[in-house]
């Protein structure tokens, strides 16, 4: 059976990039049960994502990378998914952050090539780590607790991020901070070496588990001025289509979903039938409409991901696109998961079957930005203004 994710693929290339995130998926379906139970990242995944030189490959062709289109990028990330969402979660921030520094010119050359030559020579790993207790996500605006205060000519940083995916097999995390001498957010890349430094693991979710997002603190770390990377920029922020990667990652585990429903309902057959389930009208009913739905999440992403690639001058009026694909195709996501889990019954419910990793895990999806209220907000304040 073709799977769905790859009647998307139309090229050579496309096949040559996608085997790649094909072997990281299937090391990564190696783990899942020892990750999702101890909340914890497969080493042996991270090992074949580098093997595999997938941390480079977003970055420009000059700077040694594949220059992975959003499109690619997003096939990429669902395949990965299918085979264990958390892992696809997880490196998919560090792609998107290398998509975004290349693109956007956010800091200064010496601390691009810094991070970059290490992400090509050694397929180092980073993300982002924004998120704190107390101030939730970062997309809703809260100043960072986690502060910066500038002494004898250094930066020195306490505070704690939580959310903090793979947070111990980073290389480097960018954390954000309030600046005193500044009174300003600031980002800092921070080496995982760094005396002061440490991951607590606190990450006990429903889902999501194998993302490892446990909590980063800092006990007076203290940083050089170069290790200030990044200035927080004013203004509103420019839409950024490297966060797809986010509802890619939600279609890869409904797909996945939909593979071994239909799979089981094809070997399934009680005693009471003289046929598998497969071929009951109302078994075949939700099949039919985990498959439509589908076809219209796939098609909706990956429209707008060709738009982002195709006309990039229109990029800086996406953003409704952009959050209304995100909602679209996560609740989508959630909706195929369900229909899977009544077609495996209670069966589903058991952990000698996938199916109930895949309902936990999809949920996330909801939670991850933009939140549908934001989005719902942003798509009506857009509806009614003047700029269209």
């Known amino acids: 059976m073709t ?3 790859e009647t998307w693929i139309k090229n050579e290339r496309q096949e040559r990039l996608f085997q790649k995130a094909t072997a990281i998926a299937d090391e990564a379906k ?5 990750t999702d139970q101890q909340a914890a990242f497969s080493p042996q995944t991270l090992q074949v994502i580098k093997e595999e030189g997938y941390p480079s490959l977003a970055l420009p062709p000059q700077d040694g990378g594949e220059g992975l289109s959003l499109y690619e990028l997003l096939l990429l990330q669902e395949k990965i998914a299918e085979g264990d969402g958390s892992v696809a979660l997880s490196i998919g921030w560090h792609m998107g952050t290398m998509m975004e520094l290349s693109q956007e010119e956010l800091w200064e050359p010496a601390s691009y090539n810094r991070l970059v030559q290490e992400v090509v020579s050694s397929q180092k790993v980073v993300n982002r780590a924004a998120t704190e207790p107390s101030t939730g996500s970062p997309t ?10 500038k002494r004898d000519g250094r930066y020195v940083l306490s505070g704690r991020k939580s959310f903090t995916s793979m947070a111990e097999h980073l290389d480097y995390y960018i954390v954000s901070a309030y600046m005193e001498d500044k009174d300003s957010v600031g980002w800092f890349m921070i080496d995982r070496h760094q005396p002061g430094l440490s991951v607590e693991q606190t990450w006990d979710t429903l889902g999501m588990r194998g993302t490892a997002s446990h909590d980063l603190v800092m006990n007076e770390v203290e940083l050089n001025e170069d290790d200030l990377v990044e200035l927080k920029q004013e203004g ?3 839409p950024k289509g490297w966060l797809l990667h986010i509802p890619a990652c939600y279609l890869g585990i409904a797909v996945a979903a939909r593979n071994d429903a239909v799979a089981f309902a094809k070997e399934f057959q009680p005693n009471s039938l003289d046929k598998p389930i497969a071929e009951v009208p109302h078994i075949q009913d939700k099949i039919g409409e985990m498959e439509w739905k589908l076809m219209q999440a796939h098609a909706y992403l990956y429209s707008v991901a060709r738009k982002w690639d195709e006309e990039p001058e229109k990029r800086k009026h996406m953003g409704p696109d952009l959050g209304a694909v995100k909602l679209a195709v996560t609740n989508t996501a959630n909706e195929v998961v369900d229909l899977a889990m009544r077609i495996a019954g209670g069966r ?15 949920r996330a999806g909801l939670h991850n930005p933009p939140m549908d209220d934001a989005v719902v907000s942003m798509l009506a304040k857009h509806a009614v203004s003047d700029d269209q």
């Open 3 to 5: 799977g769905m994710i």
């Open 30 to 34: 190696k783990h899942i049960q020892e």
């Open 140 to 149: 809703r605006g809260g100043i960072p607790e986690t502060t910066a205060v």
């Open 236 to 238: 509103k922020p420019s």
């Open 348 to 362: 589903g419910l058991s952990k000698t079957y996938p199916f109930e990793k895949y309902y936990r895990d999809v």
